[in-house]
């Protein structure tokens, strides 16, 4: 059956295209039926993206960690953050500046690397230890 282009381009409008698939046939058939059979997506929530799905719906909900990585994404977390990890910090150093008035060193107000401190601390508690024993 030959269309006039009148009809043509009507057929290639996706108004005027039957949304039957049964009403189609063979191979038209096959070819629509993804497309009008199922609403739902085949996979769990495949690559459609969070809450940018059909209008009416609710998107999938959040894993824990897509919820953590939200909560963390947050100004108000990550400044709390900065001040934990700052206070953190200043513990840490006072720990070691504390464990450096330990050690006897020569000159006594020679500036030491943290593992510097630490190396030395370990030699002191053996030699201590050597004392101990001897």
Known sequence: ?????????????????????????GADAQALSCCVSDPEPAEGGGGE???GGRPGLHPPPLSREEKRRRRRATAKYRSAHATRERIRVEAFNLAFAELRKLLPT?????????????????????????????
């Open 1 to 25: 059956m030959m269309l006039s282009p009148d009809q043509a381009a009507d057929s290639d409008h996706p108004s005027s295209a039957p949304s039957d698939p049964e009403s189609l046939g």
């Open 49 to 51: 993206g969070r809450g």
């Open 106 to 134: 020569l000159p006594p107000d020679k500036k030491l690397s943290k593992i510097e401190i630490l190396r030395l601390a370990i030699c002191y508690i053996s030699y201590l230890n050597h004392v101990l024993d001897v």
